[in-house]
T-cell receptor, first 116, second 110 residues
Framework: GAVVSQHPSRVICKSGTSVKIECRSL??????MFWYRQFPKQSLMLMAT?????????EQGVEKDKFLINHASLTLSTLTVTSAHPEDSSFYIC????????????FGPGTRLTVL | GQNIDQPTEMTATEGAIVQINCTYQ??????LFWYQQHAGEAPTFLSY????GLEEKGRFSSFLSRSKGYSYLLLKELQMKDSASYLC???????????FGQGTTLQVKP
């Protein structure tokens, strides 16, 4: 149980285009999902908290107009990187809180974004 | 503020034991997680400590001292596949957010 999927796993796009990444909790409902970004040889950096039915909460320094987050249902959150640039190339990982008492986050497999 | 420190890199020999330390400073305490992450993959859960002491789970054990703000991950009988990054993470009080340390890259050599 507690499986989280992401789609796509890899995406290559041209500079200036927008890319949508989906995060789904497959066998549980997640009222809260998190989006992280990870650059090579660095740790995960939290970008935003996605709450079902409400606006996402962004961490300091993360542009909400550039990284659009929609948590449309209890099993789906999407991250759209708008007008992507090469510096947005990174590994994007989502996680979902499973509802257990220990706040354990279940991570998706990640999406490798490369912007040319 | 919140701060989590881990060594950046460690090297150990196949079959040996290695201890990866983590010190943390958080406002409020809601337990401590350890994750394993292989290159290009998402983190996978290893352990969660909320009480002081050692918790053993197969070849991996995790220790916590809340009074010292200190935890370690102990890996026994190291295998080549244990080469990965090991992330220490602490939840922020009542937010569900996880704050990660920078991760320790472990290289297991034959």
């Amino acid at each position: 149980g507690a499986v989280v999927s992401q789609h796509p796993s890899r995406v290559i796009c041209k500079s200036g285009t927008s890319v949508k990444i989906e995060c789904r909790s497959l066998d549980f409902q997640a009222t809260t999902m998190f989006w992280y970004r990870q650059f090579p040889k660095q740790s995960l950096m939290l970008m935003a908290t996605s709450n079902e039915g409400s606006k996402a909460t962004y961490e300091q320094g993360v542009e909400k107009d550039k990284f659009l987050i929609n948590h449309a249902s209890l099993t789906l959150s999407t991250l759209t990187v708008t007008s992507a640039h090469p510096e947005d190339s990174s590994f994007y990982i989502c996680s979902a809180v499973g509802g257990g008492g220990n706040n354990e986050q279940f991570f998706g497999p990640g999406t490798r974004l490369t912007v040319l | 503020g919140q701060n989590i420190d881990q060594p950046t890199e460690m090297t150990a020999t196949e079959g040996a034991i290695v201890q990866i330390n983590c010190t943390y400073q958080t406002s409020g305490f809601n337990g401590l997680f350890w994750y394993q992450q292989h290159a290009g993959e998402a983190p996978t859960f290893l352990s969660y400590n909320v009480l002081d002491g050692l918790e053993e789970k197969g070849r991996f054990s995790s220790f916590l001292s809340r009074s010292k703000g200190y935890s370690y991950l102990l890996l026994k009988e190291l295998q080549m596949k244990d080469s990965a990054s090991y992330l220490c993470a602490a939840p922020l009080s009542n937010t569900g957010k996880l704050i990660f340390g920078q991760g320790t890259t472990l290289q297991v050599k034959p």
